[in-house]
């Protein structure tokens, strides 16, 4: 199910477990409970033990994004994909560059498992595109990644809230525009660049938001992540 066609804002909210222990992760989860169905594992905790806990979750009632942003040699990134598809993962990522997107693609072959590319981090503005040695906008080089994306036979794209208009311009549904870059009004953007709250990303057109920080460094995460729920329910109804 993707889309305009996911109702329940539980679906749709993707809880970034970027922490240091299987300790603290299983206990986050724990405080989330019924009100989380959507975890990310990201670097920080795929070293620290995270693939067999992405590996439990997903064979519990969670869904699991496995976000390891896998960027090498066709061959090794073909098989890496297969692998996180062995552990049930429901989204993964590679960066979205056309031979490794078209590994990934391979690699997922028919499973279950929803492939994206990363376009341009969302901790990435214009100066920081230009020290990287691109030229042209944040925006350009989102459009052009997008279209990549698309054509070489991946299911969508991680961008910035900020980047869904000309993302849906060149990908509309069901191709998934998961965000991260999110945050509630009045939260520290720490070191995101490009971001919009949760009703302005889902109203843009997204499939997932990805909200790490904002919800574990809350006093009170479950209230925290309830919160944004509401907000995305909210923006589903105007929709
Ligand atoms: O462009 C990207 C790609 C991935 N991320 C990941 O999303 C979360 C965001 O966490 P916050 O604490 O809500 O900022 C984090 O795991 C990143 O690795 C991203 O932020 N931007």
Same mark, same amino acid.
Request: glycine residues 10%.
């Given at each position: 199910?993707?889309?305009?066609?996911?109702?329940?804002?539980?679906?749709?909210?993707?809880?970034?477990? $970027?922490?240091?222990?299987?300790?603290?992760?299983?206990?986050?989860?724990?405080?989330?409970?019924?009100? &989380?169905?959507?975890?990310?594992?990201?670097?920080?905790?795929?070293?620290?033990?995270?693939?067999?806990?992405?590996?439990?979750?997903?064979?519990?009632?969670?869904?699991?994004?496995?976000?390891?942003?896998?960027? $090498?040699?066709?061959?090794?990134?073909?098989?890496?994909?297969?692998?996180?598809?062995?552990?049930?993962?429901?989204?993964?990522?590679?960066?979205?560059?056309?031979?490794?997107?078209?590994?990934?693609?391979?690699?997922?072959?028919?499973?279950?498992?929803?492939?994206?590319? &990363?376009?341009?981090?969302?901790?990435?503005?214009?100066? $920081?595109?230009?020290?990287?040695?691109?030229?042209?906008?944040?925006?350009?080089?989102?459009?052009?990644?997008?279209?990549?994306?698309?054509?070489?036979?991946?299911?969508?794209?991680?961008?910035?809230?900020?980047?869904?208009?000309?993302?849906?311009?060149?990908?509309?549904?069901?191709?998934?525009?998961?965000?991260?870059?999110?945050?509630?009004?009045?939260?520290?953007?720490?070191?995101?660049?490009?971001?919009?709250?949760?009703?302005?990303?889902?109203?843009?057109?997204?499939?997932?938001?990805?909200?790490?920080?904002?919800?574990?460094?809350?006093? $009170?995460?479950?209230?925290?992540?309830?919160?944004?729920?509401?907000?995305?329910?909210?923006?589903?109804?105007?929709?």
């Amino acid at each position: 199910m993707t889309g305009a066609a996911i109702r329940d804002p539980r679906d749709r909210l993707i809880v970034g477990l $970027d922490l240091a222990s299987l300790t603290e992760a299983e206990s986050v989860v724990a405080r989330l409970g019924d009100a &989380v169905t959507f975890y990310k594992i990201g670097f920080e905790l795929a070293v620290a033990g995270g693939l067999t806990l992405a590996e439990r979750l997903a064979r519990s009632d969670k869904k699991v994004f496995v976000d390891l942003k896998l960027h $090498d040699i066709g061959a090794t990134v073909e098989k890496a994909t297969r692998q996180i598809a062995r552990l049930g993962a429901a989204m993964t990522t590679v960066h979205a560059y056309p031979q490794t997107l078209r590994a990934a693609a391979a690699g997922r072959g028919d499973s279950a498992l929803k492939v994206l590319g &990363v376009t341009v981090l969302t901790s990435w503005d214009q100066s $920081d595109v230009a020290a990287a040695g691109f030229s042209g906008t944040p925006e350009a080089l989102v459009a052009r990644r997008v279209k990549q994306a698309r054509d070489c036979g991946v299911d969508g794209v991680i961008c910035a809230p900020t980047d869904l208009a000309s993302v849906r311009g060149v990908a509309p549904p069901p191709f998934l525009a998961v965000t991260p870059g999110v945050r509630p009004a009045g939260s520290a953007a720490g070191d995101q660049k490009r971001v919009a709250t949760p009703g302005e990303a889902i109203r843009a057109g997204a499939d997932h938001l990805v909200v790490g920080r904002p919800i574990l460094a809350a006093p $009170d995460p479950r209230a925290a992540a309830e919160a944004i729920l509401q907000e995305i329910d909210q923006a589903l109804a105007e929709a």
